[in-house]
């Protein structure tokens, strides 16, 4: 008779390797918590990683830094109290047992299972929206981008940038400097785009073309990249060929939740998506908390400031839960015994230099 072998229990799995997934792995950690992150993509950091030279400046304490370095930060933090980490990995289902934990099953067939749960999965599967055009996919990495990973190779180019949120306009301020020149297609009559960068890119003399939308992409001789970029105007019919060099699409993301929620533990959604809540990250089924974007709530703030705020509550609602007992939040760090052995290394390396 083979040996058998008893699954893993986390006391918390956090749903998602982002921002506020990665704080609420450090917090609960602080807090003793056995804890699991499961995250879709190869890599944690979320959706920072898709902007790794925007500059961030909102973030309390921390000197402005660019996307790539905060994202290893946050990472690193998030890594602090050694949580199991399992990337790559797609939730499909959440279940509950006979004993009123949960069953998080996977894509690879695999089944998790746990005391309490956090969605941290913000804004859902990092998946850009594509161009719905024959053979646009070819041309995808070479001079067709839908993220911007480096700045540099958009320098003294001719850019055409299509989109008119604030994803779209953010970029095309950031190559004003940059680029040669700056063209944004959009489909409608005005950007979405907070105003004050849209008057940056007036004043920086980028050029609007507006209530318009990419009709079809013309390759070099070779095709092995865009030579032009056929527009079409909704309104007239009339279309244009423009000459570029790269082509950035910033047309949103489709938002996938991820998994699947069995009858049983039905949650109730804001416009289908997002989780309603309250401020100390619990939905409204019980063991099942929320931090980050796919939360909402009466005086939510969707920055990364209100992230760290979120994932706190969230991570001492889950303690609570699990033990009524426990104090409502932990001891404040610069007192907390799981940084001692952590202190005493940190200070004795600055002594030593």
């Not at 008893?6 to 602080?30: N, Q």
């Not at 244009?240 to 950035?248: A, C, F, G, H, L």
């Not at 109730?268 to 089924?285: H, L, R, S, V």
Request: contains cysteine; proline residues 2%; glycine residues 10%.
């Amino acid at each position: 008779m083979g040996a058998f072998k008893v699954l893993e229990k986390y006391d918390v799995t956090i749903i998602g390797g982002g921002p506020a997934g990665l704080f609420s792995s450090f917090y609960s950690g602080l807090r003793g918590l056995k804890t699991k992150i499961i995250e879709c993509q190869s890599e944690l950091g979320g959706k920072v990683l898709l902007y790794p030279e925007k500059m961030i400046w909102d973030v309390g304490g921390q000197p402005p830094i660019l996307g790539e370095a905060f994202a290893k930060q946050i990472v690193a933090q998030g890594l602090t109290f050694e949580p199991t980490v399992c990337t790559n990995t797609k939730v499909e289902l959440i279940q509950k047992d006979e004993n009123n934990d949960f069953i998080i099953t996977t894509n690879d067939g695999m089944k998790h299972y746990s005391k309490s749960i956090i969605l941290a999965i913000g804004g859902g599967i990092i998946e850009p929206k594509r161009l719905d055009i024959a053979g646009a996919e070819k041309y995808e990495g070479k001079n067709l981008h839908y993220t911007v990973k480096s700045l540099k190779q958009f320098h003294n180019k001719t850019v055409l940038i299509s989109g008119g949120g604030d994803a779209a306009i953010d970029c095309a301020v950031e190559l004003l400097d940059i680029a040669k020149k700056v063209i944004i297609v959009y489909r409608k009559k005005e950007c979405r785009a907070h105003e004050a960068q849209v008057d940056k890119l007036i004043k920086g003399n980028a050029k609007f073309i507006m209530n318009t939308t990419i009709s079809s992409l013309v390759g070099n001789e070779d095709d092995t990249a865009i030579k032009q970029v056929v527009l079409k105007n909704i309104l007239s019919g009339i279309t244009q060929r423009v000459e570029i060099d790269q082509v950035i699409v910033q047309h949103g993301y489709n938002q996938d939740v991820s998994f699947n929620v069995a009858e049983d533990l039905t949650l109730e959604k804001k416009d289908d998506y997002f989780y309603k809540g309250d401020a100390f990250g619990c939905t409204t089924q019980e063991g099942i908390f929320a931090a980050g974007d796919i939360l909402t709530y009466d005086g939510k703030i969707n920055l990364l400031a209100g992230t760290f705020q979120d994932a706190v509550n969230a991570v001492n609602s889950v303690k609570n839960y699990l033990d009524p007992n426990a104090a409502k939040v932990a001891m404040v760090s610069s007192h907390n015994e799981a940084f001692e052995e952590k202190n005493k290394e940190m200070i004795a390396t600055m002594l030593g230099s």
